[in-house]
C-alpha cells in the first residue's frame, strides 16, 4: 500500500491538515453535475443505464439496471454524458467510459491489455473472418477443425477483413493497423486438454470441476427431497421435480435410498431452475440459442469423489405449450448416450452463464464498484481504513469500464456469445436481488449459506466442510484466514475500542454511502453489519478484500485452461434436446444418424467459439506490473513498527500457504485435485509470474 500520507484518523489530523482533508474529500465528490473529463478525479455515482445504445439502433435498447424495483443493482462510476434523444433513461455511450484519472491503467498494463487484446481478438477474427465470409452461425464442421485451432497457425488478417467484428472489437482495428504485419496467430492449448484431451466427455471430470474449477461457487447441498421449485406453479408447471427418488438410487448403484443419502448429506446439486426457467420462453424468441432450467445431481462417494447422477431439463409452460421436461441419464443405450452428452453441454451452458454473470462479474467487479467510490467519497487518503483498502481498489474502475465498452453492453461480446444473448446482464440483476447479501461474500458465510459447510469452533478454519476434499474451499480458507489475520492486526493498531470506532465520522460516512447509496437497492436487506466494534470491522473489510482478490482470483484466472478448450464450457447451447416434445422429426432423425455433427450444431458457433477464446485468452493473463496479495510491492511504507510487523507476518503466511498447496496437489488421496491427467488446483496460490499462468492472486479485480 504505497500511500503519500501518514495515516491519520479523523479526530488526530494534525492542524495544519485539517482544511486540506476536507477540501480533498469535497473535490473528489464533485458536484454531481457535467460531464466528466478523463484529466476529473471525481467519484460519484449513476445507475448502468449506459449499456444500451437505442439511438444506434432500436434493437440496442436495454433496461437500466439499478435504481427500480423491477431491476435492482450495484451502482457504476459516473460518467454524466448527454442522455439518449430516442431514450432519455439511457445514457449515450463514447468510445472511452471516464473513469477518475487516479484509476487509469499504467502505461505497462496499458500496452500489456492492448497487445494481448490485439493478439487474442485476432486469434478468434481469423476463424471468425472466415465464417463471416460465409455464416456467423457456422457450426465447426468437425472436431478435428476445433482441435486445429490449437496446432495451425493463422495468417493475421487486414483490418478491412474483419466484417462485423469491426462494431465488436472497434478498438482492436487501430491497434490493427498499427499492429505487427503478416505473423502467424496461434492459440496457446489450454492447460486442461494439455494433459487429458478427453477430460471434457468424462463424468468425473464434470462432477470435479464444480469443486476444483473456474466456477467453485454453484455447488450446494441437497438438503430436501423431492426438490422443489420455488416459483408459481400455475405459471410454470408443476413445482415438484421429476427426478425421483428411484432414477437416483439406480443411479447411485443402491447403496442407498435417498433419504439416507439426504440424512448423510450425500447428495449435491448444480441448480439451475428457477433462475433461468422464467426467461427461457423470451431466450428462445431469439435467433441461434435456446434455454431450459437445469437441476444436476452428484452423489458424494466414499472416496471423497463426486459421482454425476442426473439432470433435468425443463422447458416451462407457455400459452401455447404445456411444461416439457425430461431426466437424462448416463447410460450404455448408444442414443441415451448420446443425449446425456447434449443434456451435459447445455448444463455447460447453463453454469458458464452463472460463471461470467454472476459468480465473476456482479459479485466481484460490479460489487466492488461501490466500496471504491464510497471510499473516495468519504474516506480522506489519510484515514488508515483508506490506505488498508486502497491496493484492493486497483485497476477495476478501469477494467469495469473497458467491460462496459465491449463485453456487457448491448451487442457486446456477452451478449453475441452467451445463451441468455439480451437477457445476460439482466439475469445477473436477478440474482442481485434473489441472491446477494453482504455478509454472505464472506468465504465461510458462503460456504455455510450452501451447505457446504457447517460452523464448529473446533474444526480447522471453524467450519466442518461437508466435502472435504473441496479444493477452493479448503485453499480458500487459507487465505481467507491470512486476510483476516493481518486485518485484524491493522484494525487493532488504529481502533483500540468500539468508542473510537463509532466517533470515526468518516468510516460511518463511508459504509453509509456504501449502504444507502453505492447498494441502495438493497440498503434494507439483511446482512448489512454495523460497523460498532473492532471485530465487526476487521470482518467487514476482510470481506471486501477477499471478494476483490482471491474471490476473483478463483473466478477469473482459471477461466483459459478450463474454457479455453470450448467443449468443456460452450458459452451457450443453440438448438433444442432432439426429444423436446413436440419432436421435430428432422432434428431428430438428424441426430440419431450424426450425433457427433448435432452435438457441434448445438455449440457456439466458430465466430462465438473463437471470440469467447480469445477474450478468456485475455482475461486470464496477468500483467508484468501486477501487484499480488501480500505482496511486498505493496508494504505498508510508513515506519508504524505494529502495521509493518503485521504485514510481515501476513506475507510470510502466504509464502507457507504456497507450500501448503503444493503439498496438497501431490497428495493422491485428494482426488479431486490429484490424479491422472488431472490439472492440479493452483487458483488460490498467491503469487505469480506475468501470462497466463492458472495462478496468483490480484490485490484487486484487476482484469
Ligand atoms: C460478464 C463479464 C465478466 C467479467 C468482466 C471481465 C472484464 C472485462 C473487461 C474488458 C474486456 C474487453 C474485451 C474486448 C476488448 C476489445 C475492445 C475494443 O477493441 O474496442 O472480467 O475479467
Ligand atoms: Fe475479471
Not at 471510499?375 to 488498508?388: D, F, G, K
Not at 468518516?506 to 473492532?534: M, N
Amino acid at each position: 500500500m504505497v500511500c503519500t500520507v501518514q495515516p491519520y484518523l479523523p479526530g488526530q489530523t494534525p492542524p495544519g491538515l485539517r482544511s486540506y482533508r476536507s477540501k480533498d474529500l469535497e473535490e473528489k465528490r464533485g458536484d454531481g453535475r457535467g460531464e466528466r473529463k478523463p484529466s476529473d478525479r471525481i467519484y460519484d455515482y449513476a445507475t448502468y443505464n449506459d449499456l444500451g445504445d437505442p439511438d444506434s439502433d432500436a434493437a440496442k435498447a436495454r433496461p437500466v439496471l439499478g435504481g427500480s424495483a423491477q431491476f435492482p443493482y450495484p451502482r457504476r462510476c459516473r460518467t454524466g454524458r448527454p442522455m439518449s434523444a430516442k431514450d432519455p433513461s439511457t445514457e449515450t455511450r463514447s468510445g472511452d467510459n471516464y473513469v477518475p484519472r487516479d484509476e487509469a491503467f499504467s502505461e505497462v498494463k496499458n500496452l500489456q491489455f492492448s497487445v494481448t487484446t490485439l493478439r487474442s481478438v485476432l486469434h478468434a477474427a481469423v476463424p471468425a473472418v472466415q465464417s463471416t465470409l460465409i455464416d456467423p452461425n457456422l457450426a465447426f464442421p468437425s472436431f478435428f477443425v476445433i482441435d486445429k485451432l490449437f496446432e495451425d497457425g493463422v495468417e493475421l488478417p487486414k483490418a478491412d477483413q474483419l466484417g462485423f467484428l469491426r462494431s465488436v472489437v472497434p478498438r482492436l482495428l487501430q491497434l490493427l493497423r498499427d499492429g505487427p504485419g503478416d505473423q502467424v496467430l496461434l492459440f496457446d492449448r489450454p492447460a486442461n486438454v494439455q494433459k487429458d484431451k478427453f477430460a471434457w466427455l468424462r463424468d468425473e471430470e464434470f462432477a470435479r470441476e464444480t469443486l476444483a474449477g473456474m466456477n467453485p461457487y454453484a455447488i450446494e447441498l441437497v438438503r430436501e427431497f423431492p426438490l422443489k421449485s420455488k416459483l408459481d406453479p400455475a405459471v410454470y408447471g408443476q413445482a415438484e421435480s421429476a427426478i425421483t427418488a428411484e432414477v437416483l438410487e439406480r443411479q447411485m448403484g443402491r447403496v442407498m435410498t435417498v433419504a439416507e443419502a439426504v440424512s448423510q448429506k450425500r447428495l449435491f446439486m448444480l441448480d439451475y431452475h428457477d433462475l433461468f426457467l422464467p426467461y427461457v420462453h423470451r431466450i428462445r424468441a431469439q435467433a441461434h440459442t435456446t434455454m431450459y432450467g437445469s437441476r444436476t445431481i452428484f452423489f458424494l462417494c466414499n472416496d471423497g469423489t463426486l459421482r454425476l447422477l442426473a439432470i433435468e431439463l425443463t422447458r416451462p409452460a407457455s400459452p401455447t405449450q404445456p411444461q416439457w421436461r425430461r431426466v437424462f441419464t448416463s447410460s450404455t443405450d448408444t442414443t441415451e448416450s448420446w443425449l446425456w452428452r447434449m443434456a451435459k453441454s447445455h448444463v455447460r451452458a447453463h453454469d458458464s452463464g452463472h460463471h461470467e454473470l454472476i459468480s465473476h462479474w456482479l459479485r466481484t467487479h460490479c460489487a466492488v464498484e461501490p466500496y471504491i467510490i464510497a471510499a473516495n467519497r468519504q474516506l480522506s487518503e489519510m484515514h488508515p481504513v483508506y490506505q488498508l483498502l486502497h491496493p484492493h481498489f486497483r485497476y477495476t474502475m478501469r477494467i469495469n469500464a473497458l467491460a462496459r465498452s465491449a463485453l456487457i453492453n448491448a451487442g457486446g461480446i456477452i451478449e453475441l456469445s452467451f445463451s441468455p444473448q439480451r437477457y445476460a446482464i439482466e439475469l445477473s440483476s436477478v440474482a442481485y436481488d434473489k441472491l446477494w447479501r453482504f455478509d454472505t461474500e464472506a468465504l465461510p458465510a458462503d460456504l455455510v449459506r450452501r451447505g457446504m459447510a457447517v460452523e464448529d469452533p473446533a474444526a480447522e478454519h471453524g467450519l466442518r466442510l461437508t466435502i472435504p476434499d473441496y479444493p477452493f474451499a479448503n485453499d480458500g480458507l487459507l487465505v481467507w484466514d491470512a486476510i483476516k489475520g493481518w486485518v485484524t492486526a491493522y484494525v487493532a493498531r488504529f481502533y483500540p475500542d468500539a468508542s473510537t470506532l463509532a466517533g470515526d465520522a468518516e468510516l460511518q460516512a463511508f459504509w453509509t454511502d456504501v449502504r444507502t447509496v453505492g447498494h441502495g437497492d438493497k440498503k434494507d436487506a439483511p446482512g448489512w453489519p454495523a460497523l460498532d466494534s473492532p471485530d465487526s470491522l476487521a470482518h467487514a473489510l476482510t470481506t471486501i478484500i477477499w471478494v476483490a482478490s482471491a474471490h476473483h482470483a478463483a473466478v477469473n484466472f482459471g477461466q483459459y485452461d478450463f474454457a479455453g478448450y470450448f467443449p468443456n464450457r460452450p458459452s451457450i447451447a443453440r438448438t433444442n434436446m432432439p426429444v423436446e416434445e413436440p419432436v421435430d422429426a428432422t432434428a431428430l432423425a438428424a441426430f440419431l444418424d450424426n450425433p457427433d455433427q448435432a452435438l457441434r450444431e448445438c455449440f457456439p458457433s466458430q465466430v462465438q467459439a473463437t471470440l469467447v477464446m480469445a477474450v478468456l485468452d485475455l482475461l486470464s493473463t496477468h500483467s508484468p506490473d501486477e501487484e499480488y496479495l501480500g505482496g511486498m510491492e505493496t508494504a505498508p511504507w510508513n515506519d508504524d513498527a505494529t502495521v509493518q510487523d503485521a504485514y510481515g507476518k501476513f506475507n510470510a503466511r502466504l509464502k507457507e500457504i504456497e507450500g501448503i498447496m503444493d503439498e496438497r496437489n501431490k497428495d493422491r488421496r485428494l482426488k479431486n485435485r490429484c490424479g491422472a491427467g488431472i490439472l492440479p488446483y493452483q487458483l488460490m496460490k498467491p503469487f505469480s509470474q506475468p501470462g497466463v499462468t492458472g495462478m496468483g492472486i490480484p490485490n484487486s479485480t484487476s482484469i
